[in-house]
């Protein structure tokens, strides 16, 4: 049965698989491999997007590509419509080939007639406002992507390339001597190269030769360090970030127009692409690594201190740049050891990052938060209470002579605070005789420097009366406490 021609295809494409793939390496040579990545992955989007155009019949209108995705549209033709089918069926095939399943690019369409009021005529619906597309379009990405996913769509996928590649697949494969370990994925294959590193020369995926060749040139363009000396002698944060509200923007308020959604997309992919690029080349150029930032996902690798600055500050920007459109941007940073296996870094960053997302105030989702130090406070209000906490302890101690361990005691009375909110869940007797402990060592604390007396007796209270302060105050001790230990250890060194 022939299709309906309409007046034109809203067409999308969705790169899957980008999170797992991007952090799949080893930590050889890994802020020069991330970045490369990182590029690789825009540079294949950006070459889809281009070729598909190309092959559109009639005026097509750009409107979005970035993050993986991209979005255009064109005129509604068989010709179109058969270019697109193709492009997904020969890129699917592509990716194959080059990743074996690890990524995924759903190419799909929308067709639609747009009324004089701007409102869209879609699969019979008449006046329909815009946001229809973007709901429509990611539903069939979900539907492919949840198809990827599941084992038997994949017995069939691989069923059905099989049929078109017989010969990529049986087809005797002469190779020359043992099957090599990629030393930045840890993939074993005969197709591995050696690649010189400088100091050795080790073996590599072909494709991971061209995306270490891509970082290397990033690398002498942005000036990119290894991860040990942007740690600069102390811990090294991983930062990932992710904007809340767009689903609203797109769905519950939506667009009048596809202009207008346009407007907004090209301001978003501006902001990601181009200025936190500025901000973190002017102002934390020594000290970050902006792996990647676009879509609306930010992943960065720094000094631990400074990542948590870069953090607050794209929380602002896009709080003051976005607040219109009711966007926030949730994040998690973990703390390591410059050494630490990148990937597994990554991991716990999203994990972090997956926790400020799920963030509730009372029993509703809030988002709008920061994950640091294993802890998840909103940024509206409560990361604030722990700036202020920390710069207050890191200050009494450096000029005041405050005694650090006071800072332990605090975090050991939180610790236990939380112990008793878990038995409070479990139906289980609690133990307030921490309280006692804590009245007892403040009082102490207090009676050896007057000047802290006013501050023992702010935590003397906070302790019995106010569990979820006291998490907040320890995790400010926690944020002084690192910063102490790591300029302790700058002045030993001089």
Known sequence: MEKPMYEKLFIGGDLSGIQKFLYNISSKKAAVSLKGRSAYLSDFMRDVYDKLKKQMQGAVEDIYCSGGKFYLQAADTEDNRLAIECMAREKAVELWKEHRGALGLSIRYVPFTENADGTLYVEGENHIKVGILWKTISELFYRDKQQRLNYRDKQQRLKNHLVGNYHDFFEPIELEGSPKVCIVTGIESADCVLYDFGDEKRYVLPSVEKQIEKGEELRKSEDIKDFETYAKGTYLGILRMDVDGLGRRFGERGFDSISDYKKFSDSLTNFFEEELKAIQQTQYKKY???????????????????????????????????????????????????????????????????????????????????????????????????????????????????????????????????????????????????????????????????????????????????????????????????????????????
């Open 288 to 494: 970050i690594c902006l792996i990647y930032a676009g879509g609306d996902d930010v992943f960065a690798v720094g000094r631990w201190d400074k990542i948590i600055d870069f953090a607050e500050r794209i929380h602002t920007e896009v709080k003051t740049r976005f607040a219109e459109d009711g966007l926030s941007i949730s994040g998690g940073v973990v703390i390591v050891k410059p050494k630490y296996p990148i990937a597994k870094a990554a991991e716990k960053a999203g994990e972090a990052e997956e926790a400020a997302k799920h963030f509730r105030h009372g029993e509703h989702v809030e988002k709008n938060a920061f994950s640091l130090f294993g802890r998840t406070v909103s940024w509206n209000g409560e990361f604030d209470v722990v700036k202020k906490y920390k710069d207050m302890f890191q200050n009494l101690v450096k000029s005041d002579g405050l005694d650090r361990s006071l800072l332990h005691k605090v975090m050991l009375y939180a610790s236990i605070a939380e112990k008793n909110e878990q038995r409070k869940q479990e139906g289980k007797p609690l133990d307030y005789s921490y309280y006692w402990h804590a009245s007892y060592y403040l009082t102490r604390f207090a009676g050896r420097n007057e000047k802290h007396k006013d501050l023992c007796d702010e935590l003397r209270t906070i302790v019995i009366k106010d569990v979820r302060k006291l998490q907040l105050v320890a995790l400010g001790a926690r944020w002084a406490e690192l910063l102490l230990r790591m300029e302790n250890t700058k002045d030993n060194k001089q």
